[in-house]
């Protein structure tokens, strides 16, 4: 069975870090495909934060969080990371990574299979 599992959300502190792992169970390779992570706050729209596309090969990252996250793929070709780093109140949000099963990762209406999600609470 295909699925994707996030893990590494919790509680930090402003400018604080978290990194998040993305991973892909009943894939071949997950990185055949273009992976985005995603976030929804409560009462706002799943938006798109970052993508990467498969083999590395382009990167996308939302305005907000451009020099603050990176995502990454792991040597084992079945996890993709993101880093967060200098986390801010309005980055808190349930965090979800999706795939559409496409080398790309930049259309985001596409995006139709998703993992459970993980929360990221940024507070003092």
């Known amino acids: 069975q295909v699925q994707l599992a996030e893990s590494g959300g919790g509680w930090v502190q402003p400018g604080g870090s978290l990194r998040l792992s993305c991973v892909g169970t009943?894939?071949?390779?997950?990185?055949?495909?273009?992976i985005g992570w995603f976030r929804q706050a409560p009462g706002k729209d799943r938006e798109a934060v970052s993508c990467?596309?498969?083999?590395?090969?382009?990167?996308y990252y939302e305005d907000s969080v451009k020099g603050r996250f990176t995502i990454s793929r792991g040597n084992d070709k079945n996890t993709v990371f993101l880093q967060m780093n200098s986390l801010k109140p309005e980055d808190t949000a349930v965090y979800y990574c999706g795939t559409y099963f496409r080398r790309s990762c930049d259309q985001f209406s596409r995006y139709t299979f998703w993992g459970q999600g993980t929360q990221v609470t940024v507070s003092s």
């Open positions: 990467i596309t498969a083999d590395d090969e382009g990167e």
């Open positions: 009943g894939f071949f390779h997950l990185d055949d495909y273009g």
